[in-house]
């Protein structure tokens, strides 16, 4: 991401990567909207004409909520933009790869 971006983040993600997007993002002019990834119609509604980046956890931690990888790279490819999907909660079980992340 450049300066005047933004990216479009699951609410229930790592603190710190929270804290980085909501904190220090912004000093870099870069914004962020936070919404329910699970609610693809939701997200669909925060993407602009600046968003470059999806980024979701495939499980979130700490509320263990489930992303719909498939369904959020079928919304990366509509506004082509990078669906970002940090695995390190079931990096045995779910391959973002082959759901088209």
Do not use: Q, W
Not at 50 to 65: A, F, G, R
Not at 76 to 100: E, Q
Request: glycine share 4%; charged share 20%; with cysteine.
């Amino acid at each position: 991401c450049e300066a005047g971006d933004h990216i479009v983040s699951s609410r229930t993600i790592y603190g710190g990567t929270y804290a980085f997007l909501k904190n220090f993002a912004p000093r870099m002019n870069i914004k962020t909207s936070f919404v329910d990834i699970k609610k693809l119609d939701e997200v669909e509604a925060a993407i602009t004409k600046n968003t470059k980046v999806l980024y979701c956890e495939s499980v979130s931690n700490p509320l263990l909520e489930v992303a719909d990888i498939n369904g959020l790279a079928n919304l990366a490819k509509k506004y082509n933009l990078k669906l970002v999907v940090d695995n390190t909660f079931s990096p045995l079980s779910i391959s973002p790869a082959k759901l088209g992340a």
